[in-house]
């Protein structure tokens, strides 16, 4: 109840000389050491400390040339410790390998995936170290078709192989699209006729279904699980050998065109098409 007596409360005491230190920024006065002021008179304690090792090494070069002067043998020059480090190439790459480290720790940290549950085609190895090099021959393309189970399945569109084995269920033995792999069908992507135009040859598409097929072979280069694995070398097209025949016989009649958003990744029952969407 003593506040009730002094309301104004106690006086400040002034502080005591012990508790007082020259202020570092001004020589002529001084400042209390109070939590507040203790970063600025660290600093000060840390440039006192920074001069007097520079003061020690300017007086051991300066021995160390005098010793030169007289011939006697010496060590190497002693860099200046109290100089500042620019960050050089190393440094940087430090620091980047850092900064990733500590991504991928608070991705797992918070996601639980050191990708932060990415799962697309750039967080797979084959994508960096590709093995599109290879190159087939119709035959040879023709044994990764999934008769074989020790063989991975091979898809070709256009010139492209790509190894579709991630879709077993899909491409292989009894999957909707087994009758896509082992072969180049590039023109059955176009027109969806997967009975008769399992063929590479393009000749006579319309400009929808040349882009249908440019559109499928995108699809395959950038699916996060398929991969290119090379290139299927064909026999050359006799430009006089005829034409593929559409499957629709009233396409075939007014020049085949297709409807900009038409689907042709269709599988093909004789002469008609049943739509399956693709199991991505």
């Not at 005491?13 to 209390?32: A, C, G, I, Y």
């Not at 010793?67 to 200046?80: H, N, Q, T």
């Not at 850092?98 to 932060?116: D, E, N, P, Q, R």
């Not at 694995?229 to 396409?251: R, Y």
Request: aromatic share 10%; proline share 8%.
């Amino acid at each position: 109840m003593s506040w009730i007596w002094n309301p104004d409360g106690d006086a400040p005491k002034p502080p005591t000389e012990d508790n007082m230190t020259q202020d570092p920024s001004d020589p002529t006065r001084k400042v209390t050491k109070k939590a507040a002021n203790q970063p600025f008179l660290a600093h000060k304690q840390y440039k006192e400390k920074q001069e007097q090792e520079h003061l020690a090494w300017l007086e051991r070069n300066r021995e160390r040339e005098e010793k030169l002067a007289r011939g006697e043998e010496v060590g190497p020059a002693e860099e200046d410790p109290t100089a500042e480090q620019e960050v050089g190439f190393l440094g940087l790459l430090k620091f980047i390998v850092y900064l990733i480290l500590i991504i991928v720790i608070a991705g797992k940290f918070f996601t639980g995936s050191f990708l932060w549950e990415y799962d697309g085609k750039w967080a797979r190895l084959k994508t960096y170290w590709p093995q599109n090099g290879r190159l087939f021959s119709e035959t040879y393309l023709a044994t990764f078709d999934g008769r074989d189970p020790a063989k991975p399945l091979y898809l070709a569109i256009d010139g492209d192989v790509f190894d579709v084995s991630s879709s077993s269920r899909t491409y292989g033995p009894g999957g909707p699209y087994h009758h896509m792999v082992g072969v180049d069908a590039a023109r059955s992507f176009g027109t969806g006729c997967f009975a008769t135009h399992r063929t590479h040859d393009l000749r006579g598409l319309t400009d929808d279904e040349l882009r249908g097929v440019q559109h499928w072979k995108k699809f395959f280069a950038e699916h996060k699980t398929y991969y290119k694995v090379g290139k299927v070398l064909h026999h050359p097209i006799d430009p006089t050998s005829p034409i593929p025949k559409h499957c629709d016989a009233k396409k075939e009649q007014k020049g085949h065109p297709t409807t900009g958003n038409s689907n042709p990744m269709s599988h093909s029952k004789g002469d008609s098409e049943v739509p399956i969407r693709e199991e991505l």
